[in-house]
């Protein structure tokens, strides 16, 4: 069993070694399927992430609490740790984490060889410089994937699921008419960009959406993180998408926001979260449009 001194020598050391060269590279989906455990010493912890910064983490209350714990899940013959440490493939080898910090921790310090793991890739800036890049329209809209796209309310209506086997890759329940409203939304000129600052991969939501017929300009997963050059992945994008959109429909459950680049005027309108969401949206759309029409 690892020392707390020596674990913390050695992820400075990992720290050290991969800071300024480290870059992500795309996981097949072969190896996102297949990889389901990963050696401890291939998962590297992520230099941008607080729990590598001395001032602010690593916690060694709550690595002692999972120790604990996976001593405790042994003892009974569980898995020691059910949720997978997420992470994502990269150069010059191996894997960043980017979620689960603590419980590879707890693993490293127990003296464990391997655990469950989640290979991911996430939205990159390339990805969302290539979709700006696909079209030329200066108007988006912009929806949070779970707490607005996703089925989080039990008493909302979903889409129906997707056939055998697709329904076992995608899980994730999706809000009635969305797929409708995207398409409405693209028809009249608008790019839609849904958003999350979870941890999902990039071509695993898009692929979802594909299979749900509904168009999608942009896909943003892991919004919250932060960059290597410093600062939040979300302002680098905010940037680009400044640059790119004169007008911006931000849409929630209870309200629709409209914004231009070129005036500090916002017109907001209310909407009824959970009946006729998706026509109430199509509804003032359509008479956005009609307004500017006449104008």
């Not at 689960?100 to 390339?126: D, F, S």
């Not at 200066?138 to 607005?148: C, H, W």
């Not at 009249?188 to 958003?195: Q, S």
């Not at 629709?256 to 199509?282: A, P």
Request: proline letters at 5%; glycine letters at 4%.
């Amino acid at each position: 069993m690892a020392s707390p001194t020596q674990f913390e020598q050695y992820v400075a050391d990992e720290v050290k070694k991969y800071k300024d060269v480290y870059f992500p590279l795309r996981s097949s989906l072969l190896r996102r399927l297949l990889v389901r455990r990963c050696p401890l010493t291939k998962m590297h912890p992520n230099p941008d992430d607080e729990f590598c910064i001395p001032k602010i983490g690593p916690s060694n209350r709550i690595i002692s609490e999972y120790m604990e714990a996976f001593r405790n899940a042994e003892k009974v013959g569980n898995e020691f740790c059910e949720e997978p440490v997420q992470i994502e493939r990269i150069y010059p080898d191996g894997y960043m984490i980017l979620n689960g910090h603590h419980r590879w921790a707890a693993a490293m310090r127990l003296g464990y060889k391997k655990m469950p793991v989640k290979i991911l890739n996430l939205t990159q800036e390339a990805d969302v410089k290539k979709s700006l890049s696909r079209t030329g329209n200066t108007k988006r809209a912009t929806l949070d994937l779970d707490e607005v796209v996703f089925l989080s309310d039990s008493g909302m209506a979903a889409e129906k699921p997707l056939p055998f086997p697709f329904n076992k890759l995608y899980k994730e329940p999706l809000r009635r008419g969305i797929p409708a409203l995207f398409n409405f939304l693209s028809a009249n000129g608008y790019d839609v960009w849904v958003y999350t600052n979870n941890y999902y991969s990039f071509e695993h939501i898009r692929s979802y959406f594909r299979f749900y017929h509904a168009r999608v300009a942009g896909v943003i997963t892991g919004l919250s993180r932060k960059t290597k050059a410093g600062g939040s992945m979300k302002k680098k994008i905010d940037d680009m998408m400044a640059s790119k959109y004169l007008t911006t429909l931000h849409i929630d459950n209870d309200a629709l926001l409209r914004t231009s680049r070129n005036s500090k005027q916002f017109d907001e309108y209310s909407l009824d979260g959970v009946s006729d969401w998706t026509q109430q949206i199509v509804d003032i759309v359509k008479r956005i449009e009609k307004d500017e029409r006449q104008a």
